[in-house]
Structure formats: structure tokens, C-alpha cells
């Protein structure tokens, strides 16, 4: 198997349908959805193929940091393409495109083999895949809280810019972000659940960091719903609410690795 080669094709494709959606966040073209169907999904699974390779050799999973955040990147954008097919969600492949490229050229440069596990049973399988499907699910949600707090404020001072005229009413915006919310927390909370059933110490030396984390960041998503629920919280409430626990998670999922790969060794 050609890495490189799929490598470069990979990068080719998220870059044209990155050029293909400008294009229609500009105005230029019509969309047509068979088209970005295909340049997505064609990227995906190429990326999906080179990530694989990375991290399974034999019996050994490698969870590097580039390793790690590229198969993040491909849940995200087959979760965005899943979800834009019946949802207005076509300008954040605006940014998830590109980093997705991004990390396809730093997984291939910056090739960690020194994180390894051997993975004991299928329970931390599913512990491990519910974690980056919410991580996914959460990041989208992160680039729409985002949206929703530009939206708000663009507004608020009556500017009709390009990016307003881009995006479904402020409603359905919120809407959209809540259901992720929704969708997220379920998800990190079986997460969270089949850690602690089949990971020996969640609160091990080197996982404490990433288990606290992410029940903080389970917190505060929480208490967002509650808020909505009780109080009827959105706009920039919801939105600020959103990135902090977004932070706190990237800081469990992806900040603590890159620390510790990169800054402690």
C-alpha cells in the first residue's frame, strides 16, 4: 500500500471540495449535493484507510497525537456528511476540510510509534469508540456555537454581511447546536460509563487527567441542557457554554497527549 500516494490524493480531494464549498459559500456556483457527497466521502475514506494503517500494526494499537486527532477528523466529517444530508451544515466543511488535510500530512511527517496499547477486550473497543464519536459530535458542535455567536452578534449591529446571507435562520442555527449538545452528552456519557466498568483505573497516573476532564466537561454540558431545559438558555449563552466545554474536552482528548508526547519526552 502507496501511504504517500494515498496521502497526497487524500490532501488533492479536501482541498477541491474546500474550493468547491468557497465557491458556493461565494455564490459563484449552484450546490449540488452528489458533488460534495463525492469529494467527501472519497477524502474520508482514503484517510480513513492511510489512519488505520498508522495505528494497527499486528496486535498493537498506536494512538499517537496526529494518529489519534486524524481519526477524530474522519469521524467528524462522516458525521457532517451523514448530517448534511437532511441539515443546513455546509459552510463548516469550510474549516473541517482543511484541517482534516492538515492532519493527514502530520500524521504521514510526525508518525508516533511510540504510544502503544494492547488493547485487553471489546468493552474498551466500545469505550474507546464512543469517545472519539462524541469528541466528533462535539467538535461540530463547537464550529456551530461558533456560527450561532457570530450570527447573534451580526444581528445585533444589522450587518448583512456574506456570512449571514450563507446561514439558515438563527432558530433553526440553535436548534441545530442543541441537538448535538444532546446527541454529545448521551454519548459521553456511555463513554464515561464503560470506562469505568472496563478500564482497570480510570483514575490511573496517566489517565486521571483525561478522566477528570472529560466528566467536567460532562458536567458542564449538562448543566447547558439544564439551563435550556429551566431557563431557556441560547444565543451567546449557549454558545459560550458550548466552547468552554469543547475546550475542556480538547484539552482531555487531544491537549494532555500533545503535552505529554511532545513537551515531557
Known sequence: MNILALS?????????????????????????QFISLLFGTSAVALQLIITLDYIIVEDQILLGFFNTASLILCFIVI??????????????FLAIYP???ICIFGAFFFHDTQQTFSPSGSGIFIHIILSIIAYSVFSIAAIQAI?????NNNLKKRNNTILMRNLPPLLTMETLLFEMIWSG????????????IFVDDLFAQHLAHKSILSLLALAIFSTLLI????????G?????????GSSVLMIAFLGSK???EWLVN
Not at 185 to 196: E, K
Not at 236 to 244: E, G, R
Open 258 to 260: 500533545l503535552a505529554f
Open 79 to 92: 458525521c457532517l456528511l451523514i448530517f448534511s444530508a437532511k441539515k443546513p451544515l455546509q459552510t463548516i
Open 227 to 234: 439551563g435550556r431545559r429551566f431557563y431557556g438558555w441560547r
Open 147 to 151: 456560527l450561532v455567536y457570530l450570527q
Open 8 to 32: 497526497i490524493l487524500s490532501i488533492g480531494l479536501y482541498s477541491l471540495g474546500t474550493l468547491y464549498q468557497l465557491l458556493i459559500y461565494l455564490r459563484k456556483i449552484q450546490a449540488k
Open 185 to 196: 452528552t448521551i454519548l459521553l456519557a456511555l463513554a464515561i460509563t464503560f470506562g469505568f
Open 236 to 244: 451567546l449563552t449557549a454558545s459560550k457554554w458550548t466552547l468552554w
Open 99 to 101: 484541517i482534516s488535510a
